[in-house]
């Protein structure tokens, strides 16, 4: 129970401070700026979604759903790499991971504590990115609001995002216990999700390599709807063994390291 305790006051210290982080609300003032300069800068571009094809024909057929839309891309991928240096990797890049290791947080509790605050805080910049687009795609021409369909596959591109981004972050997780270095397992994130895409490119008949294709997931996802996931199935399953692999393997690393 004690060591239940000392994970969920590391996770509020470590929420705490990032908080009081002048570059964490700068870098995030600064995603959300570029969100809406995309969403002005798509309203004259079609947009695909699910299985038909909405086409604003001019800046004023831009609407608050529609923008949601537009922003639920591949994009994500790199908005979320401040986070890995800003929350997993914080404690490599200021050395006080040892300070906070040898008060009683114990290294399982650091590593999950450490990824659960990730996860919150990258499934809040995703609610903030969706709710600023809305806005400023509802400012342009509306809401857009047409039946409950719209909804509910938001819905669905919110946790298929969230399912793959935790997933590409795992590989983040992995890589900066095995390196000690942030800006190593930040480079891992982008180039381990493109490496894959690149491949299956490369070698279509390596079936296997759809399961692990998580760029190329992040773009088909807006490309089916709720009632048709089916097809994009293999990417949220290889998702979820990947996420689960790397923290595992991060973990025993992590247990026999020396810090």
Not at 22 to 44: A, C, H, P, Q, R
Not at 105 to 121: E, I, M, R
Not at 139 to 165: A, C, T
Not at 244 to 258: G, I, M
Request: glycine share 6%; charged share 10%.
């Amino acid at each position: 129970m004690k060591g239940e305790i000392k994970m969920l006051n590391f996770i509020r210290a470590d929420l705490y401070r990032l908080s009081r982080s002048k570059s964490f609300w700068i870098t995030e003032g600064i995603i959300l700026l570029l969100v809406i300069l995309s969403v002005v800068s798509n309203g004259s571009v079609g947009v695909t979604l699910g299985d038909s094809t909405q086409t604003a024909g001019s800046l004023t057929e831009m609407t608050g759903f529609l923008a949601i839309q537009t922003s639920l891309s591949s994009m994500l991928l790199y908005y979320s790499l401040p986070l890995v240096m800003q929350v997993l990797g914080s404690e490599y890049t200021k050395g006080t991971m040892k300070n906070i290791i040898t008060v009683g947080v114990s290294k399982p509790a650091y590593l999950f504590g450490k990824f659960l605050v990730y996860t919150l805080v990258l499934v809040l910049q995703i609610v903030a990115i969706c709710l600023v687009s809305f806005v400023a795609g509802t400012v342009i021409g509306g809401i857009g609001y047409n039946d409950l369909s719209q909804i509910e596959n938001l819905l669905y591109y919110f946790v298929s995002f969230v399912l793959i981004l935790l997933a590409t972050s795992s590989f983040a997780v992995l890589v900066l216990y095995l390196t000690k270095n942030t800006a190593v397992s930040v480079l891992a994130t982008i180039f381990i999700p493109m490496a894959f895409a690149i491949a299956r490119i490369s070698l279509p008949n390596w079936k296997f390599l759809e399961y692990l294709d998580f760029q190329g997931g992040l773009e088909m996802v807006t490309m089916t709807t709720f009632q048709t996931w089916e097809t994009v199935q293999p990417i949220f399953l290889g998702s979820l063994i990947s996420l689960l692999l790397c923290l595992l393997a991060a973990h025993l690393v992590f247990k026999r390291q020396e810090l």
